[in-house]
């Protein structure tokens, strides 16, 4: 067999940084009086090529690129589409919602797409400081974009405290990194899972799998790593909430998904009871929090905390069923979070004059559109059948059931009904009308972009709750091959065939 050439390894990569680049070199050759809004059509049209090229490699074979660095597998394709998926949906958001007159709109489009190459990258790296780097690399984006309305306060407070936090998470990653160095004499993630059961010192490899556990738990606002999340998704515009509450959280699940089930299986026993508790603890303080928010974003923001914790509760799965699980219900979470964030960001406006849950009242009435889309992604949220949130939910506490956490399980579906209060509380609070008919907010208007995005949240939602089939048997499919080959077949740009779990 001949070897795959290392280049079409990292395919969608390549693509979304040349489209990166492109942009950045248009926007400085412009005149500074020409409008950006071009710039969005050409970072969309490079992330579409993106996801095309991601589709594409599962034409290759399951093997590693790049000196046994990065990796191609239907588990790296399965994410590297959604976050795609993501940036598309977030970039056509924007370019309807940015006002034209809105400062450097060349490098807001630039650094979304050069956060999807670290996000893309996270998702494949099977070597630790690549790890790292790509982390960086999305994270440095996402806290740029964090800050970008700096003519407000909660712009750059919202900047400040993401980046503080997330320095001093990725630290603990860093150290941890260092640790599993220092206990296995490799950083390749392969090796490391063979090295890992004969370790002398076995201290260091736990502390090093604690100190990983904490810097990623942090990406997915994970309790009790979850303190930054309401201030940032408050004070960051409304479309970069849309990315930041899916995207980095897919592939940081990615990563987590690939610690705990490729790197340290054979640690199964104290890492599933600690995933265990930080699911509970990011239910139960998700939603008890979101039950006393009147702000929209700060509600949703304790929603997705919530969210991880359902998502974590699929890790107490056995093997493939656990992986499945979690992959679909990233899939479904991002699906309907983005599409409630695409609604919040039209009737909020880019200055979010109306943040308030009082605020969106009688909003069916003003745009029947608009006000039936924040009910069916607010459903989707809870739980309902025929939705993503229904199978999500279902094949999570399922995964949970069948790696006998029937406790975590029922806490799960408790904690399901606790969120629907406020979630039904902003729908009741949509549909009733409001008694100052003459000073009630303007309809808000519908561009071609974001009515492409919300088209594109609502038919991944609908698809996922009704056919979802397809999809899970991707994520299946992403399961089998999210475990490490035999040595002496993790070589550098040579296929490798992928073995049944045990």
């Not at 003519?151 to 150290?175: C, M, N, Q, V, W």
């Not at 996922?464 to 040595?487: C, F, K, W």
Request: aromatic share 10%.
């Amino acid at each position: 067999m001949n070897p795959v050439p290392d280049i079409f390894r990292i395919l969608p990569e390549l693509v979304l940084t040349l489209t990166g680049v492109a942009v950045m070199l248009i926007d400085a050759t412009l005149p500074a009086a020409w409008p950006r809004r071009s710039l969005g059509w050409v970072a969309a049209i490079g992330t579409t090529l993106a996801l095309w090229a991601s589709l594409w490699q599962l034409s290759l074979p399951v093997g590693t690129g790049f000196y046994s660095t990065v990796e191609t597998s239907p588990f790296t394709v399965f994410f590297h589409v959604l976050i795609c998926g993501i940036v598309l949906v977030a970039l056509l958001l924007s370019l309807d919602t940015l006002p034209e007159d809105s400062h450097h709109q060349g490098e807001f489009y630039a650094l979304i797409v050069f956060g999807a190459v670290g996000m893309c990258l996270l998702t494949g790296a099977v070597e630790l400081l690549l790890v790292f780097i790509a982390l960086e690399i999305s994270s440095i984006s996402t806290y740029i974009l964090a800050g970008y309305r700096k003519d407000t306060g909660r712009g750059p407070e919202a900047a400040i405290k993401y980046f503080l936090l997330g320095s001093f998470a990725t630290g603990f990653l860093l150290y941890g990194i260092a640790l599993i160095f220092g206990a296995t004499g490799t950083t390749q993630i392969y090796e490391i899972s063979y090295l890992v059961p004969s370790a002398p010192n076995h201290l260091f490899v736990l502390a090093g799998l604690a100190l990983m556990l904490v810097g990623i738990l942090f990406k997915v606002s994970a309790a009790p790593f979850h303190v930054w999340t309401p201030d940032v998704y408050e004070g960051a515009p409304s479309p970069v909430v849309a990315l930041l509450s899916t995207a980095p959280k897919a592939a940081a699940f990615a990563l987590l998904l690939r610690v705990v089930y490729e790197m340290f299986p054979s640690l199964h026993s104290l890492w599933s009871p600690l995933l265990w508790i930080v699911a509970v603890l990011s239910m139960t303080v998700g939603n008890l929090a979101a039950l006393r928010q009147q702000n929209v974003k700060r509600m949703l923001a304790y929603s997705s905390i919530a969210h991880a914790g359902y998502l974590l509760a699929a890790f107490a799965g056995l093997g493939n069923s656990g992986i499945a699980a979690a992959s679909f219900y990233t899939a479904a979470y991002a699906a309907m979070n983005v599409g409630i964030f695409a609604v919040i960001t039209l009737v909020s406006g880019y200055d979010e004059q109306l943040p308030l849950v009082e605020d969106y009242r009688g909003l069916i009435y003003r745009s029947p559109l608009l006000g039936s889309l924040l009910i069916f992604f607010l459903v989707s949220l809870v739980g309902i059948p025929f939705t993503g949130g229904f199978f999500g939910k279902f094949y999570s506490f399922s995964a949970a059931v069948s790696g006998g956490a029937i406790w975590l399980a029922i806490i799960g579906l408790l904690n399901s009904g606790l969120a629907a209060g406020y979630y039904l509380r902003l729908v009741l609070t949509s549909v009733q009308r409001n008694a100052d008919r003459k000073n009630e907010a303007p309809a808000p208007q519908v561009g071609v972009a974001v009515g492409a995005a919300l088209l594109l949240a609502v038919a991944a939602t609908l698809v996922l709750g009704i056919v979802p089939g397809e999809v899970l048997r991707a994520a299946e499919s992403g399961a089998h091959t999210l475990q490490a080959p035999p040595p002496q077949a993790a070589t550098p740009g040579i296929a490798v065939e992928p073995q049944p779990q045990p």
